[in-house]
């Protein structure tokens, strides 16, 4: 009886250090998505209007930020977007120049 105790325990112990190692996974992925953006000039993703985003850098973001990145492209070439929610995001970057016409 005592040996399985110890092994019921020492179970609990693996899956709490399995849930934490995944956890940090998931915080580290978000925080090197951050901080590409923010060192490449606030892009989602610096290279979207040289490369084709891939399925397995869109694994760790919301929609929103899915969203965000697919309209990048367009406002990189001063799409003046109707939305005013992508509008007031894409003007808060500094390298976003919205066409006039």
Do not use: H
């Not at 940090?24 to 993703?45: D, E, K, P, W």
């Not at 760790?60 to 697919?70: I, M, R, Y």
């Amino acid at each position: 009886m005592k040996i399985l105790k110890t092994n019921i325990k020492g179970i609990k112990i693996l899956l709490t250090a399995s849930i934490f190692l995944v956890l940090c996974l998931i915080i580290s992925q978000f925080t090197i998505n951050a901080t590409v953006a923010n060192s490449s000039g606030y892009y989602i993703f610096s290279k979207s209007n040289k490369e084709l985003i891939k399925e397995s850098d869109l694994k760790f973001t919301d929609e929103f930020t899915q969203l965000l990145a697919k309209n990048e492209l367009f406002a990189r070439y001063g799409y003046k977007f109707k939305d005013k929610t992508l509008f007031e995001y894409f003007s808060n970057m500094p390298w976003y120049k919205p066409n006039s016409a």
